[in-house]
């Protein structure tokens, strides 16, 4: 039967085949603008908040289904969000690359693309469309893939947040990564366990920008989380299950919500 995991991957690898048989497999990655160091906003912005955008998920179902990139990002930046994550997978999570489009159309602070990457044409699009940086996520990469995505990703000028969930995924983690991300929810299971980021973050290389990832639920969390190492906290259906996501993350850091 395989994980919930398993079958998202199986069907992006279909998706990113599909598109390339349509369209080719190589396209231009010089639009206008430049990438800015998404590292580099969670270290210098007082909050540290990766606001994330999405409508659904596999664990909770239908979270905003109608929610607009065009209302929401403006107003998380507005909110004093240091970053947002776009999820662009679809048919679990309801979201697309024209999100990202029109996120990078409004709003100035970096973009995290928030896919399931298996493909360097995955990067590519990323950069087409607006991003800033890409997630890895570990539980479906290989350190040989982790290390080749990264370096492609720095080819385009995008910074790489590399994403654990448990101790054993550590070892995938190659030195030229940006950032590295704690994921509190298991992605076999969806099962979250909001202690995970403070239970290893010591095991965590030392000289990178740390993530916590997942069930980050008030503002004492992240703060404790950012008193042991943390610099990023990126954080989505507590803010995206509230009719205005961006009066939600203003709540939150102000400890209302």
């Known amino acids: 039967m395989g994980t919930i995991l398993d079958k998202i991957v199986a069907n992006k690898r279909r998706e990113v085949d599909a598109r390339i048989a349509l369209l080719g497999d190589s396209f231009s990655t010089e639009p206008q603008r430049q990438p800015v160091s998404m590292s580099r906003a969670l270290l210098e912005n007082p909050t540290g908040i990766i606001a994330e955008f999405k409508r659904r998920s596999p664990s909770k179902g239908e979270i905003h289904p109608l929610a607009l990139p065009a209302e929401i990002i403006p107003a998380y930046q507005d909110a004093g969000a240091a970053a947002c994550s776009v999820l662009t997978d679809t048919v679990y999570f309801g979201g697309s690359l024209n999100d990202l489009a029109v996120a990078r159309s409004v709003a100035d602070i970096p973009l995290l693309r928030k896919d399931f990457i298996v493909s360097t044409y995955q990067i590519d699009e990323a950069r087409v469309y607006g991003a800033d940086a890409i997630l890895l996520i570990a539980a479906v990469l290989t350190r040989d893939e982790v290390e080749h995505f990264t370096r492609h990703a720095h080819k385009l000028g995008l910074e790489v947040l590399f994403e654990v969930h448990n101790v054993n995924e550590i070892e995938k983690f190659s030195p030229e990564i940006d950032m590295v991300g704690v994921n509190n929810r298991d992605l076999s299971t969806f099962v979250t366990d909001p202690g995970l980021s403070m239970q290893i973050v010591k095991m965590l290389p030392e000289n990178v920008v740390k993530v916590a990832e997942s069930g980050l639920t ?40």
Do not use: N
Not at 233 to 248: K, N, Q, S, W, Y
């Open 218 to 257: 008030s503002i004492d969390e992240v703060e404790q989380l950012h008193q042991v190492g943390y610099s990023g906290f990126l954080i989505g259906e507590t803010f995206m299950r509230h009719d205005r996501p961006g009066d939600a993350l203003a709540k939150f850091l102000d400890g209302t919500l």
